[in-house]
């Protein structure tokens, strides 16, 4: 089946540094990508998305872009802010599976000042 | 614009109480609705999903249920809840726009059984 693996955090960094977070998938066929945010009690956020190969999805300084090749869709901010402390998620859909999102585990992220 | 609705947003429940949160949809015509759990400190789990008023598939067995009373409706039951029922409980709804079939999730409700 589907399967989305995403570093496990907590990532610390310091303001204005550079954000990475890897994201692999399993899946059958040609999925869909997302990635959101999940800031402290809130819901899900779309952050990003990519529907085929190369396509980069950005948002608000944050970039993926879908590597089939690599099977990955890492996500990267050049110069993160304290705003940007959040629990992140990869995911896939595919059709395969009836268009039902397969989630990672999350990566919480904490930026100090 | 579409928003989606969910309340409460904070409950707190005696085990063996039942249980009924509510979701709704604007701005939208048949939208697939989906329920998910987020236990403290985890991924989410799919509980249900719905492709139309009265249609139900669930992905996990459970104490749990759900309805669609009406085309922009979600409702998540249970007759008695379990301490294990605990978490924050978030409802998506999608369309098959461009092709592409992506989920907007609404605020949540967090739910907390003693």
């Known amino acids: 089946g589907d399967s989305v693996t995403q570093m496990e955090g907590p990532v610390t960094l310091s303001e204005e540094a550079f954000l990475t977070i890897n994201c692999t998938y399993t899946?059958?066929?040609?999925?869909?990508l997302f990635w959101y945010v999940q800031y402290p009690g809130e819901g899900l956020q779309l952050l990003l998305k990519?529907?085929?190969?190369?396509d980069k999805g950005s948002n608000k300084g944050f970039e993926a872009t879908y590597r089939k090749e690599t099977t990955s869709f890492h996500l990267e901010k050049g110069s993160v802010q304290v705003s940007d402390s959040a629990v992140y998620f990869c995911?896939?859909?595919?059709?395969?599976?009836?268009?039902?999102?397969?989630f990672g585990g999350g990566t919480r992220v904490l930026v100090k000042p | 614009s579409q928003t989606i609705h969910q309340w409460p947003a904070t409950l707190v429940q005696p085990v063996g109480s039942p249980l009924s949160l509510e979701c709704t949809v604007e701005?939208?015509?048949?939208?697939?609705l989906y329920w998910y759990r987020q236990a403290a400190g985890r991924g989410l789990q799919l509980l249900f999903y719905?492709?139309?008023?009265?249609?139900i598939s669930s992905e996990v067995p459970q104490n749990l249920s759900a309805s669609r009373p009406q085309d922009r409706q979600f409702i998540l039951s249970s007759k008695k809840l379990l301490l294990s029922d605990s978490g924050f409980y978030l409802c998506?709804?999608?369309?098959?726009?461009?092709?592409?079939?992506?989920?907007?999730f609404g605020p949540g409700t967090r739910l907390t059984v003693l």
């Open positions: 990519a529907t085929k190969a190369d």
């Open positions: 719905s492709v139309g008023i009265g249609q």
């Open positions: 998506a709804w999608s369309s098959f726009a461009g092709g592409t079939d992506t989920q907007y």
């Open positions: 701005g939208t015509s048949n939208p697939n």
């Open positions: 899946a059958t066929g040609y999925p869909s």
């Open positions: 995911a896939l859909s595919s059709k395969a599976a009836g268009n039902k999102l397969t």
